[in-house]
């Protein structure tokens, strides 16, 4: 069964470090999707992207934050200067449309990034 | 804004039946999505509802009323491993073609033998 994955699993970096997160999507699948889960409180929505541009952000996806699909298959999260409270679990999601009525996202493994 | 509320914890014996629910306000309105986490994993999909009424899959099922702002997460014939998180989360974009999903922050049931 396709799967999404996410390399690394664990990241640890120290603080003002830049972090690349990357993953890899159902190859037939067109939006992509990131999403973090600080310890203990709930997913919360990043960013969507589609046809090679962001779709959608939220407020947390500030200017230290990017994504990029640099080739056909590998979808990364690019975080330039790490705080503290970017600790968290990253899951990058993926879905086969948006505008059909059923869309299932489905969601990587995570990983964990642990900033010092 | 959105607000997606759950209970926190729920606690039920193994071979009974559970529900769990979830209302929400949310800006938009385009389908409401469960999913279970296992601890330290990714989010599964459990079930998807867009129209009112009931959808049935297994021992799981879900409602949702949209005029009330409301689902539930019905779990029938408990087992030890369906000790989880269950996520409620609303889809709530129609216009840009993006499809992101507001979660709640989840409930975290316990079934005890």
């Known amino acids: 069964e396709p799967e999404v994955t996410q390399t690394p699993s664990h990241q640890v970096t120290q603080m003002g470090q830049e972090v690349i997160l990357r993953c890899v999507p159902i190859?037939?699948?067109?939006?992509f999707y990131w999403y973090r889960q600080i310890l203990g409180q709930k997913v919360e929505f990043l960013v969507s992207?589609?046809?090679?541009?962001?779709?959608?952000k939220s407020e947390i996806f500030d200017d230290q934050f990017s994504v990029e699909r640099p080739d056909g298959s590998n979808f990364t999260l690019k975080i330039r200067s790490t705080k503290l409270e970017d600790s968290a679990m990253y899951f990058c999601?993926?879905?086969?449309?948006?505008?059909?009525?059923?869309?299932?996202?489905?969601f990587g493994p995570g990983t964990r990034l642990t900033v010092l | 804004g959105q607000n997606i509320d759950q209970p926190t914890e729920m606690t039920a014996t193994e071979g009974a039946i559970v529900q769990i629910n979830c209302t929400y306000q949310?800006?938009?309105?385009?389908?409401l999505f469960w999913y279970q986490q296992h601890a330290g994993e990714a989010p599964t999909f459990l079930s998807y509802?867009?129209?009112?009424g009931l959808e049935e899959k297994g021992r799981f099922s879900s409602f949702l009323s949209r005029s009330k702002g409301y689902s539930y997460l019905l779990l029938k014939e408990l087992q030890m491993k369906d000790s989880a998180s269950y996520l409620c989360?609303?889809?709530?974009?129609?216009?840009?073609?993006?499809?992101?999903?507001?979660f709640g922050t989840g409930t975290r049931l316990t079934v005890i033998p």
């Open positions: 999601a993926s879905s086969e449309t948006a505008r059909s009525s059923y869309n299932e996202q489905f």
């Open positions: 190859s037939n699948h067109l939006y």
């Open positions: 992207f589609y046809n090679n541009e962001i779709s959608e």
């Open positions: 949310t800006s938009g309105f385009n389908g």
């Open positions: 509802n867009v129209l009112d």
């Open positions: 989360a609303v889809r709530g974009d129609r216009g840009t073609g993006a499809n992101n999903l507001f």
